[in-house]
């Protein structure tokens, strides 16, 4: 089955590439569309950058790309954070679309077990404190009998990714027009290639990287940080530009990151490098402009790859700052030595 319209909105950079990447490698039919601001006229994700808003300016322009034109996804921080829930609830406030909510990406390590959310296991939030008013749905069977009795918002428990699909395969009968599906990247795409009919497979090729690679890193996650410091160690000869570390909220603060972007685009004039790694969303925001994007899969759990609306390069790989094993920006490079 062939996809006819969709759209997903995402409420930062390296959210929207990330859903991009899963959705394009479902269809199979080359780079997905990102824009900022607006949803394209064509099917594909669209950045809303509030992440980083207050609620009632986020609420504002959720409502406004609300459209019951096809099947909509709406991206979530995996770990809670920004205005998914107004965000969500403003959307079926306008288009009276039935919300289901799926808060974990299993293969990733975030899980949703009785509403409660967790990263590995540090627990991260309880759904209940963001959507109370929601039923909370256990299993796919208990999904099942919420579509039949035309619930409005449900919230799904994400234990694994054999739940996580099954969630999707309940939903992939629902009239599009009639539901949004809010999650992180995987969940969306999952439900997404249900829908369509097609499995969520890894990218069939890999883009090579090359050998002239800039690192910019405008996250202070820890995990970000211990992924540089392993990347400096392993290949000195990789240049990286990252802010200095200040709290691991420093994603939500947007002036670090652009002041970064200042210095990156001046490199990134001198360098003029095959392949560019940009960690976390404001920064990729701030590098990268609002020019739309082509997106065409995973070059690395959690890190998408793409390439200019026109399809050239340099390569881009984003990254979200928590993602991703300590060797995750080592492994970019393969067999590739210094």
């Known amino acids: 089955m062939s996809a006819s319209r969709w759209s997903v909105a995402a409420d930062d950079r390296t959210g ?34 509030t992440r980083g808003l207050g609620a009632a300016d986020a609420r504002t322009i959720a409502a406004g790309i609300e459209s019951r034109d ?7 921080d995996s770990t809670l954070r920004g205005n998914w829930a107004v965000e969500a609830r403003a959307r079926r406030q306008v288009g009276g679309r039935r919300v289901v909510v799926l808060p974990g990406w299993p293969d990733l390590g975030r899980t949703c077990v009785r509403g409660v959310v967790r990263l590995f296991d540090e627990q991260v939030g309880d759904m209940r404190q963001h959507m109370p008013e929601a039923t909370f749905v256990p299993h796919a069977a208990g999904l099942a ?14 234990p694994d990714t054999e739940t ?16 949004l599906v809010v999650g992180p990247a995987g969940p969306l795409a999952a439900a997404f290639a249900a829908h369509v009919g097609r499995p969520l497979m890894p990218s ?34 990789v240049e990286v530009l990252a802010v200095p570390v200040l709290t691991d909220d420093a994603d939500l603060n947007p002036w670090p990151a652009r002041e970064l972007a200042e210095r990156a685009r001046v490199r990134i004039g001198e360098l003029q490098p095959s392949a560019l790694v940009i960690i976390g969303g404001d920064t990729a925001a701030a590098v990268l402009g609002d020019a739309p994007r082509r997106v065409g899969g995973m070059i690395g759990p959690g890190m998408p790859w793409g390439l200019d609306e026109h399809g050239v390069g340099p390569l881009v790989i984003t990254k979200a700052g928590g993602f991703g094993g300590l060797n995750a920006l080592i492994d970019l490079f393969g067999a590739q030595t210094v």
């Open 70 to 76: 096809g099947w909509a996804g709406h991206k979530m």
């Open 145 to 158: 009998a919420w579509v039949r009795t035309g619930g409005g918002l449900a919230v799904c428990d994400v």
């Open 16 to 49: 929207a590439f990330e859903v991009a990447a899963l959705i394009a490698q479902a269809l199979g039919e080359g780079p997905v569309l990102v824009t900022v601001g607006a949803p394209a006229a064509e099917s594909g994700v669209v950045d809303l950058a």
């Open 164 to 179: 996580m699909y099954a969630m999707a395969a309940t939903l992939a009968d629902v009239d599009p027009a009639e539901l």
């Open 204 to 237: 069939a090729s890999r883009p090579e990287v090359g050998e002239r690679v800039l690192v910019v890193c405008g996250s202070a996650n820890s995990t970000s940080r211990r992924q540089i410091e392993r990347l400096r160690m392993s290949r000195p000869d």
